[in-house]
C-alpha cells in the first residue's frame, strides 16, 4: 500500500506567475485535503475535494483552486503568484469525508515565490 | 470559532526523560476531536494520537498519551521516554463541524 505522494518537491516562481500542484493519495482514500504552512506556522486549511467535488474551503482567495480525478488524485492551482504564497503546501487523504483519526499526509511541496 | 493555542515554541528534554506539550483549545462544538502530529525536518505531518470529546478515558499510543481535561479545554501530549528521533516539531489540532484547525506548534529537541 502506498502513502500519500506529491510533486514537485520543491518549486521556485517568479510573481504573477502560476503553479499546479500535485497530489496522488493513499490507496482506497477518496478525500483529498490541502493545506498551507506558512514558516513557522501551522498548516491552514485550503480546501478539500470529495468524490471530484469540492466539500469545503477555507479562507483563500478564488485564485487558489482544485481539482480532483477520477482516480481520487488531486490537483491545487494557484494564479497570479504573490509573495506571501511562498510556504509548505501538504496533501492529505482520508478513506471517507469525514473521518476523524485517519487523515494521512503527504511529504508536502515546497514553493518559493520570488 | 474553534482555535488551537500552544503556548511553548521549543522545549528541551534529556533522552528518556517524560516531556510535556501544552495545548488549549477553543471551541463551541460539542462533538470534536483532537489530534497530535509530528513534523521532522523533512515536513511530512505524521498523526500520533486521536481523542474525541466523548471519550472518557485519556487516549494512548505506546509512548505517547494525551492528557485530556475537557473543563480545562486542554489536551497536552505526554511523550514517555523521550528518544533522540524524538525531535521535532509538534502540532495538536483539532476537528469539529471544521476541517482541522492547528495550533503554531512546539519545537521539541531532545538532548544526549
Known amino acids: 500500500e502506498t502513502g500519500v505522494t506529491q510533486s514537485p518537491t520543491h518549486l521556485i516562481k517568479t510573481r504573477g506567475q502560476q503553479v499546479t500542484l500535485r497530489c496522488s493519495s493513499q490507496s482506497g482514500h477518496n478525500t483529498v485535503s490541502w493545506y498551507q504552512q506558512a514558516l513557522g506556522q501551522g498548516p491552514q486549511f485550503i480546501f478539500q475535494y470529495y468524490r471530484e467535488e469540492e466539500n469545503g474551503r477555507g479562507n483563500f482567495p478564488p485564485r487558489f483552486s482544485g481539482l480532483q480525478f477520477p482516480n481520487y488524485s488531486s490537483e491545487l492551482n494557484v494564479n497570479a503568484l504573490e509573495l506571501d504564497d511562498s510556504a509548505l503546501y501538504l496533501c492529505a487523504s482520508s478513506p471517507t469525508a469525514p473521518s476523524y483519526n485517519e487523515q494521512f499526509f503527504g511529504p508536502g511541496t515546497r514553493l518559493t515565490v520570488l | 470559532a474553534q482555535k488551537i493555542t ?57 509512548r505517547y498519551s494525551l492528557n485530556f481535561q475537557k473543563a480545562r479545554k486542554s489536551a497536552n501530549l505526554v511523550i514517555s521516554a523521550s528518544q533522540l528521533g524524538d525531535s521535532a516539531m509538534y502540532f495538536c489540532a483539532m476537528k469539529g463541524n471544521t476541517p482541522l484547525v492547528f495550533g503554531k506548534g512546539t519545537r521539541l529537541s531532545v538532548i544526549a
Open chain 2, 6 to 62: 500552544q503556548t511553548q515554541p521549543g522545549m528541551f528534554v534529556q533522552e528518556k526523560e517524560a516531556v510535556t506539550l501544552d495545548c488549549t483549545y477553543d471551541t463551541s462544538d460539542q462533538s470534536y476531536g483532537l489530534f497530535w502530529y509530528k513534523q521532522p525536518s523533512s515536513g511530512e505531518m505524521i498523526f500520533l494520537i486521536y481523542q474525541g470529546s466523548y471519550d472518557e478515558q485519556n487516549a494512548t499510543e505506546g
